[in-house]
């Protein structure tokens, strides 16, 4: 594995896979003895809660929540 000129490093997909690293995940890298470490940040958001951040405000429906709540859960046939 080389290091190329802008200092990056590609980390093989077996090793991204093992530990679960998304695009987009935020890492940490600490140094112990000449090793460095990589591990994902405790506090960063989950690739849930950025998709959630990338959506939010981005509906183009008229609809209320409960008048779309109403037509997944097929209230009409109900009433």
Request: proline residues 4%.
């Amino acid at each position: 594995m080389r290091i190329n000129s802008k200092g990056q490093i590609t980390i093989p997909a077996e090793i991204r896979h093992q530990l679960g690293f998304h695009p987009g995940d935020t890492v940490d890298f600490s140094v112990t003895g000449g090793v460095i470490e990589v591990s994902k940040r405790a506090d960063a958001p989950t690739r849930g809660e950025r998709a959630v951040e990338r959506l939010r405000g981005r509906a183009t429906t008229s609809f209320t929540t409960d008048e779309l709540m109403s037509m997944l859960r097929d209230d009409d046939d109900a009433a």
